[in-house]
């Protein structure tokens, strides 16, 4: 995948990412905030931060959550970024993290 492919997927990602927080985000009592392409969330309570963002170098979207960092690659077949490790595609894996974190099922 060349650069500017990647950037591409990649903010395709992110903005769809964005949406489907903001929509989450009142549901579920967090913020969500997008600057110079990452995108942070904010838990009052309990406190956190997550954090989503692209990693060019490594064409990669790199997801700070839960004391760990999550690295997704591209996945040709799925047509997204997903957790080799899990199976699980940006949004399964967020929609997991914010619950997790929560305590409470959040379907993404």
Known sequence: ????????????????LDRTLEKAADEHGFEVDRTGGALSLEFEDPPARFIVSPNSPVKQIWVSALTKSFKLDFDEEQNAFVLKETGQTLSQLMSSAIGHHLGEAVDL
């Not at 995948?1 to 769809?16: G, P, R, V």
């Open 1 to 16: 995948m060349t650069d500017q492919e990647f950037q591409k997927k990649a903010d395709e990602a992110m903005a769809e």
